[in-house]
């Protein structure tokens, strides 16, 4: 396999592999590819950083009237209780 179809491929696992959701043969596939790879450790790096740094925020407000009008902009239903 090509180092850039290889990375490709593992690449879509770098998530699981971070959150430690891979296999235990995915992983150690995952981390022989890095010992040779420096693109890949620089873009499993930069994922690990930015989910620290999504983690380290804070969780903005938003002013009632502003959610009000972005609402009624999107037309999406007020409901207080949405999280997502």
């Given amino acids: 396999m090509a180092e850039?179809?290889?990375c490709k491929d593992l690449l879509k696992h770098f998530s699981a592999f971070v959150?430690?959701?891979?296999?235990?043969?995915?992983?150690?596939d995952i981390e022989r590819h890095l010992a040779a790879c420096p693109e890949c450790q620089i873009i499993l790096d930069t994922l690990r950083r930015t989910?620290?740094?999504y983690h380290?925020?804070?969780?903005?407000?938003v002013p009632d009237s502003l959610r009000r009008k972005l609402l009624a902009r999107f037309a999406l239903p007020d409901n207080p209780d949405r999280t997502d």
């Fill in 4 to 6: 850039t179809e290889q």
């Fill in 19 to 28: 959150d430690g959701e891979a296999s235990e043969s995915l992983c150690a």
């Fill in 51 to 53: 989910i620290s740094l």
């Fill in 56 to 61: 380290d925020l804070e969780t903005p407000t």
